[in-house]
DNA sequence: AAAAAAT
């Protein structure tokens, strides 16, 4: 137990010159892939790293894997509607001599019949995505070591840290053995669905641990004890009911952060995801921690590695080229609210259900409340999301939405990140994602997360930015330059061609 | 003071 946790504790083979072929990743054989483009250990964390990491990312080796997108369209591309998600590159850095092969079919992960078939008849999965079959290699190797994964978008990752705990779950055992800390109640109850389905077959108990009924007054002491064996929830929950004793840690043995770059940011849920983590660790040395997200800016890349047990392993996507493909973006100049209120009106509620579901975002509750009253006083049908809600009301609109019973779905930032929803194929910003700190810049972090609420596994999506000040286009210029990306202008906000010929370009109409 | 979570 304690030795799994040491820098050398690695496996007792340790051949100092085998280490490049021994730690490498290897992609599937199935396909032809000369254009493939493999670059080996000479490239270690491009970012500057002080003397603190020397001795650890010595061993550490850096592979970058790169699939061209022809080699992909000529093989196997059954559905020509769909990028593929898949055709950028993932840097993988490997510690220690553990050997790692690509998974290139679910079966070659050993996991059980009973999760293969969730895979195959519930989720209806055919192979893994990238992000999958090169993480859950590592998830679910011994040993088990620490990962700290970025993959984009869409891409499959909650599948990676769903199966890592199911297949990690040792059925005798009738106590939490996973637990998974999400931003949002939304999140967790999401992601507590996903894992339902997938495991609909293993038996494995699972259980939500979100603040529960607002509605009456706070009886929600009474709550009790949880004896499931996978736990997903929000900080201060968990915390609670871990300092009650009602959630025990003693058997625990995978955590997963979802949005990890969040959960553990200091303007996130940094203590409280420490302190959970810490009161793990403690009972628990050899417990395993996974974390996860589509962002992890520079600051929290460099302290989530410190964090975690010194022999983990990392999978880290380039910003530029972290958008997504599928989704194209564009700018759209507004002088005032009112010439915003009147475009979503006039030029995207106007083209009704065609467009599928639209997800338009705000950065205050105030600004959303301001919205919903416009847009329903002009007789349209949305609903909006945000936390001053209670949870039955936020339960029940987000049901309505992902049951497809609304269309239109305003929302602050609490369904920015995670919130999957494959119908969702525009975004709106209605307000542009500034840092609160310093209202001049853009929060890239969380502008990627808001758009990529639309082509979700690689589905084409569209997104409309509204700008409407100055300050406002310096920050989308920020952004072009922080992605790499060039965000086009639709040259009139009043002009129906040029929506809709931005629109059809994007694949919408 | 913000989004969110929770006290």
Redesign the pocket.
């Known amino acids: 137990m304690a030795d799994a946790t040491g820098p050398s504790a690695a496996p007792a083979t340790s051949a100092e010159t085998e280490k490049k072929t021994s730690v490498g990743i290897v992609e599937p054989e199935s396909k032809p892939q000369t254009a493939e483009i493999k670059r080996w250990g000479d490239m270690v964390d491009d970012e500057e790293q002080p003397g603190d990491t020397a001795s650890s990312s010595d061993d550490k080796v850096v592979e970058e894997l790169k699939v061209d997108k022809l080699a992909i369209d000529d093989s196997k591309k059954i559905n020509k509607f769909l990028d593929d998600p898949e055709d950028s590159s993932i840097q993988a850095v490997t510690s220690g001599d553990t050997p790692y092969t690509s998974a290139a079919t679910f079966e070659d992960l050993n996991l059980s019949p009973e999760l293969l078939k969730g895979l195959y008849v519930e989720m209806k999965f055919q192979k893994p995505s990238k992000i999958q079959a090169i993480s859950l290699p590592m998830i679910l190797t011994p040993p088990y070591k620490d990962l700290i994964a970025q993959a984009h978008n869409g891409s499959g990752k909650t599948t990676c840290f769903v199966l890592g705990m199911l297949s990690r779950i040792n059925p005798n055992v009738k106590r939490p053995q996973a637990l998974c800390i999400c ?6 109850i999401q992601n507590l669905e996903v894992l339902q389905k997938m495991g609909k077959y293993t038996g494995i108990s699972s259980e939500c ?3 529960m009924d607002s509605g009456n007054n ?1 009886r ?1 002491r009474s709550r009790p004890p949880i004896f499931a064996q996978v736990v997903i ?8 009911l871990m300092s009650q004793k009602k959630l025990s840690i003693i058997d625990m043995q995978v955590l997963v952060f979802d949005e990890a770059d ?1 959960m553990l ?1 200091k ?3 940094q203590d ?1 995801s420490l302190r959970i983590m810490k009161d793990i660790e403690r009972l628990n040395a050899q417990c395993q921690v996974l974390l996860f997200s589509a962002t992890f800016d520079e600051t929290v890349k460099n302290f989530v590695s410190r964090i975690v047990r010194k022999d983990y392993n990392q999978l880290f996507v380039k910003k530029e080229e972290l958008s997504l493909d599928s989704v194209k973006q564009y700018k759209v100049y507004c002088p005032n609210e009112v010439t915003k209120i009147t475009a979503i009106k006039d030029r995207i509620l106007e083209l009704g259900e065609s467009l599928g579901q639209t997800i338009i975002f ?7 409340g301001m919205l919903h009253k416009a847009l329903v006083d002009l007789g349209y049908e949305v609903t909006t ?5 209670t949870h039955e009301d ?1 339960d029940k609109i987000v049901k309505e939405f992902k049951d497809g019973l609304t269309q239109v779905l305003i ?7 995670g919130f999957d929803q494959q119908q969702v194929n525009l975004v709106i910003n209605y307000d542009l994602p500034v ?3 310093t209202p001049s810049e853009p ?1 890239y972090e ?1 502008y990627l997360h808001r758009i990529g609420r639309a082509g979700r596994f690689g589905r084409k999506g569209a997104v409309f930015n509204f700008v409407m000040t100055d300050r406002d286009m310096m920050i989308m210029e920020k952004i072009d330059k922080y992605f790499g990306t060039k965000v086009k202008e639709v040259p009139s906000w009043n002009s129906e061609e040029d929506f809709k010929a931005a629109l059809k370009e994007a694949g919408l109409l």
């Open positions: 931003p949002t109640r939304e999140l967790s641990a979100v603040p706070d929600s929830g929000t900080p201060g929950t968990i915390k609670r969040h940011a303007d996130g849920f409280d705000v950065n205050t509750k105030r600004s959303a999301i945000h936390g001053a809600l936020r929302s602050t930032d609490v369904l920015a990140r840092k609160y700190e929060h969380v």
